[in-house]
Each structure stands twice: as structure tokens, then as C-alpha cells.
């Protein structure tokens, strides 16, 4: 009992502090990052998520990360830049599963054709925020660099430092111009 209790605690304090985990980027091999210089934001609309200020603080936030990454890297916020950064944000709700094993199955005492099959049970919903940070190139308006990452969701997921260690971890595999 005890040894579920404490993996029960690690497992949530891993989500508490945890970043993306499935990252995965694409990059357009012909593309020149030395010789792009500056960058702005795509207008962002939140379709099908509620204007609430949550959502904008959120999204206000990744906006800062992206911004201090791409500064990191050289970069210059501009009003007419080289490359132009969408964001994109996906919330979906899940349910956690687990199958059933013979060891639950009732007791059973009676007529010859009673069966029992391992069902699949749902033991709670949870929230997955998917991340794409796409990078495309103002001149050709051709995608030169994709990072998407997702997550489990939880209070802590809004909290400035958890976005800027989620950010970074999509920027990990950026090109570098300095």
C-alpha cells in the first residue's frame, strides 16, 4: 500500500512540474537561418476556446516565452520581419482507462455457461494541451521550422516558469544565428 501511495505522489508531482514530453520538429533543410534577422507574431484567434482571461493570459505568456527564445537566438522583434511565428494551442479532454483481469471477476456458483471478459474501465478524465509553434518565412510565406509538443494539464501548466521550460524545450532543436 505504501509503495502505491508514494508512486501515486511522485506521479503527481511529475505532472506538477512536468514540460512537453512528445516533442517532435520539422525543419526545411533549404532554408538559410543565417540570414534571417528579425520576427513577429501571426494574429492569433482562439477558435473554440472561451474568450475568458485565462485563455488570453496563456496564451499572452507562450507569446513571451517564444519571444524570449527567439531573442536567445539572435532575433529581433520587428514590424516587418523575415520570419513570421503562428502559435498554435489545442486543448482536448481524455479518460484515463485500465483493463480489468480475472482476479475481479465475481465469485461464481451455477449453470455451465456463464463467461467472463476483461472490460475496459474508465478511472478519471484528464486535460492534454498540444502546443505547435510554427515558423514560417514572411518573403514566401513558406514553413521553414515546426515544434509541437503536448502535455497533461494541471494548475501548475499556466505558471510562467512551467510555460518557459515547455517553450524551451520546443526550441531545444532551433537553429542558432549568433
Request: glycine letters at 6%.
Amino acid at each position: 500500500m505504501k509503495q502505491i501511495i508514494f508512486l501515486l505522489a511522485v506521479s503527481v508531482w511529475m505532472g506538477a512540474c512536468s514540460s512537453y514530453n512528445n516533442v517532435k520538429t520539422k525543419r526545411d533543410e533549404d532554408a538559410d537561418f543565417q540570414s534571417y534577422k528579425t520576427y513577429n507574431f501571426m494574429d492569433v484567434e482562439l477558435e473554440g476556446a472561451p474568450a475568458d482571461s485565462s485563455n488570453s493570459t496563456a496564451l499572452t505568456e507562450i507569446k513571451r516565452a517564444v519571444a524570449q527564445e527567439m531573442n536567445n537566438r539572435g532575433y529581433k522583434l520587428y514590424g516587418n520581419p523575415d520570419l513570421k511565428i503562428n502559435i498554435g494551442l489545442v486543448v482536448q479532454e481524455k479518460s484515463q482507462t485500465r483493463q480489468t483481469d480475472i482476479r475481479e471477476a465475481p465469485r461464481y456458483i451455477g449453470q455451465r455457461r456463464y463467461s467472463w471478459k476483461s472490460e475496459t474501465v474508465e478511472v478519471g478524465r484528464y486535460k492534454e494541451g498540444t502546443l505547435t509553434v510554427d515558423v514560417v518565412e514572411a518573403k514566401g510565406n513558406k514553413l521553414i521550422w515546426q515544434a509541437t509538443g503536448s502535455t497533461v494539464l494541471n494548475k501548475q501548466s499556466r505558471q510562467p516558469e512551467n510555460i518557459d521550460r515547455a517553450v524551451a524545450k520546443l526550441f531545444e532543436k532551433f537553429p542558432q544565428t549568433k
